[in-house]
């Protein structure tokens, strides 16, 4: 069991075993030395530190970098408490975040404490990932310090997030550049069509010429409609100037006069700090999902909700259109160019990409996980609440 061999990390100072009771003591120190070389090749930085706070076991990492970098006072036989009191009281963060864990963790008010912070002095410059576990062995108890050191991680974490910025940006402008071609070099021969079937109209009395006149500028108009949408949606609003509520705002209703469709958007608990990376994926996947619900869906109305929870964010699409047949080619073919891409989007700052079926029409919900559940700094891993039911009002 993890907690067990956790226990036994390093398991060095012979005098720390008389305090557990036969059998129990026996077997720890029949485990002791293959657990030693076993967890001594590890990465992490573990020690094992009593009731007390007392480091009395640690593996080969942690005393390594305590001695290299001139720590001498986290080693066996030093009290760990001790140690951070003295970090608090001059002022680091970390260590009065770690201070009150421990205290935390020895009232039995919680049995697991993370966190992931800057180091500093002989540790500046490197980032840090610290987390302690209560466990029990023999009827005492124990807590176990596991370190890692994140700074390669994080400086590549970094830097993709840096690359994805620039692809989306690449691919903005991109896409800013196509749909403003399309309307300028579009827009003279379709008035020139226009001005050719009024001639047409006002010349012809036969009222079938009429009749097909009327149906050709009618075509017209809808041409003239799907490319204003299709600029449109290919200019929005600006996302860092506004912020993602109120972008989302804008081409929602701009969306909706473009297109005629019966447009809504909601906007649910208090707005949470989003990553730029993260505001950004919600937002061009609003875009796709209403181009794709003006294109695909057949639908007369869109709903669309972006709801703050504690832990994440929910960006719901819902129409009222023919929905997505699973198994069909449209559906394998929309997934290929339109739904992959918003996943693969997600994915990228963490989030996630669901569809349900409704009656009538189709939910596209994306979650992102808050800013501080990203990354989490303490406590367990991001944790997921349920997206608001998607529909229709």
Same mark, same amino acid.
């Given at each position: 069991?993890k ?22 003591r026996?077997?720890l ?8 070389q ?18 009395f076991a640690?593996?080969?990492a ?6 290299e970098?001139?720590y001498?006072d986290?080693?066996?036989?030093n009290?760990?408490r001790d140690f951070c009191?003295?970090k ?6 970390p ?14 008010r ?6 992931i ?9 490197r980032?840090y990932?610290i ?6 062995f023999?009827g ?5 310090? =596991?370190r890692?050191?994140?700074t @390669?991680?994080?400086?590549? !974490?970094r *830097?993709r997030d840096? /690359? ?15 749909g ?13 069509i226009g ?10 009395p ?5 009749a097909?006149?009327d149906e050709?500028q ?17 200019h ?9 509520a ?10 909706g006069?473009r297109?005629g469709?019966e447009v809504?958007?909601?906007v649910?608990?208090n707005?949470e =700090?989003?990553s730029?990376?993260? @505001?950004?994926?919600?937002? !061009?996947? *609003?875009q796709?999902a /209403? ?6 869906a ?9 709801c ?6 929910h960006?719901i ?10 198994g069909?080619?449209?559906a394998?073919?929309?997934e290929?160019?339109g ?17 349900r ?23 367990s ?13």
């Amino acid at each position: 069991m993890k907690l067990e061999s956790d226990l036994l990390f390093g398991w060095g100072s012979s005098h720390r075993l008389s305090r557990i009771d036969g059998p129990s003591r026996n077997a720890l120190a029949a485990l002791c030395e293959p657990l030693q070389q076993l967890i001594d090749d590890l990465p992490e930085q573990i020690a094992l530190v009593d009731e007390d706070c007392t480091i009395f076991a640690a593996n080969g990492a942690w005393k390594r970098a305590a001695e290299e970098h001139g720590y001498a006072d986290v080693l066996p036989g030093n009290n760990y408490r001790d140690f951070c009191a003295r970090k608090a009281a001059e002022g680091y963060e970390p260590a009065r975040e770690a201070l009150a864990a421990l205290d935390d963790i020895r009232a039995d008010r919680r049995t697991f404490w993370q966190l992931i912070y800057n180091g500093r002095e002989n540790w500046r410059g490197r980032d840090y990932q610290i987390s302690f576990h209560r466990i029990w062995f023999g009827g005492h108890s124990f807590i176990s310090i =596991t370190r890692f050191d994140l700074t @390669e991680i994080l400086e590549l !974490r970094r *830097a993709r997030d840096d /690359l994805t910025a620039s692809l989306m940006e690449g691919q903005a402008v991109e896409r800013q550049r196509m749909g403003r071609e399309l309307h300028d070099s579009a827009a003279q021969p379709l008035a020139a069509i226009g001005l050719v079937l009024a001639r047409l109209k006002q010349r012809s009395p036969e009222p079938e010429t009429l009749a097909m006149v009327d149906e050709m500028q009618d075509l017209l108009a809808e041409v003239h409609r799907e490319i204003r949408s299709i600029s449109y949606l290919a200019h929005p609003p600006s996302l860092k100037k506004l912020g993602l509520a109120h972008a989302v705002k804008l081409l929602v209703e701009g969306f909706g006069r473009r297109t005629g469709l019966e447009v809504s958007f909601d906007v649910r608990g208090n707005p949470e =700090t989003m990553s730029e990376g993260a @505001e950004t994926a919600v937002y !061009r996947l *609003a875009q796709e999902a /209403l181009s794709n619900v003006h294109r695909h869906a057949r639908a007369t109305r869109v709903h669309l909700l972006l709801c703050f929870r504690r832990f994440a964010t929910h960006f719901i699409v819902a129409d009222d259109g023919i929905g997505i047949l699973n198994g069909s080619h449209a559906a394998e073919e929309g997934e290929g160019v339109g739904l992959a891409g918003m996943r693969s989007r997600l994915s990228e700052v963490g989030g996630r990409l669901t569809i349900r079926a409704l009656s009538p029409g189709t939910a596209i919900i994306a979650s992102v996980p808050a800013a501080s559940q990203a990354h989490p700094e303490r406590g367990s891993p991001p944790s997921w609440q349920q997206p608001p039911r998607a529909g229709l009002a």
